[in-house]
């Protein structure tokens, strides 16, 4: 099937091979992209030989496999969303209360020393990570963090 696409080039899209392609931003086609490219073969075939029905079938399945791919990655997104929220808000619950953190000394030989600090604040990062804000002003990365809650009658007895 030989097809031109005749049309008028917007931004974001080049002349090739006397149509128009569009460069999607992403980079990428999407449900809407195939929907478009199917419609327009269906539109431009030669009725003296159509399209063979297995291959429009293995189109359409194509098509339905992308919609159901693309419902998904919504939703995951959705979920990561909800449970990147749902961290600050517990790591919140930390306010106020003394933690023993995790910092490492000397990286070559893997020396961890600990420290008890209370927590004042709680914030997200620029890269996503939860962070900690001690009473030495000091910001941790919420998985520094080894204990919470120190329990100093056990302390005072093992002394």
Request: hydrophobic share 40%; aromatic share 4%; no cysteine.
């Amino acid at each position: 099937m030989n097809m031109n696409v005749q049309a008028t080039a917007a931004s974001g899209e080049r002349s090739m091979n006397e149509g128009q392609i569009a460069e999607p931003e992403g980079a990428m086609l999407g449900k809407d992209d195939f929907l478009k490219i199917l419609i327009a073969q269906l539109q431009n075939q030669d009725p003296l030989d159509p399209m063979d029905d297995r291959e429009f079938i293995a189109q359409m399945a194509q098509f339905s496999t992308l919609e159901q791919m693309t419902n998904m990655n919504e939703a995951i997104q959705r979920f990561v969303d909800r449970q990147e929220g749902n961290a600050l808000v517990q790591q919140s619950e930390l306010i106020g209360t003394t933690i023993k953190w995790a910092s490492l000394v000397d990286e070559d030989h893997g020396d961890i020393q600990y420290a008890e600090n209370e927590v004042l604040s709680v914030r997200r990062s620029e890269h996503g990570n939860i962070e900690l804000l001690l009473d030495q002003g000091r910001w941790i990365d919420s998985r520094q963090v080894a204990q919470v809650g120190l329990d100093h009658e056990n302390e005072e007895a093992e002394d």
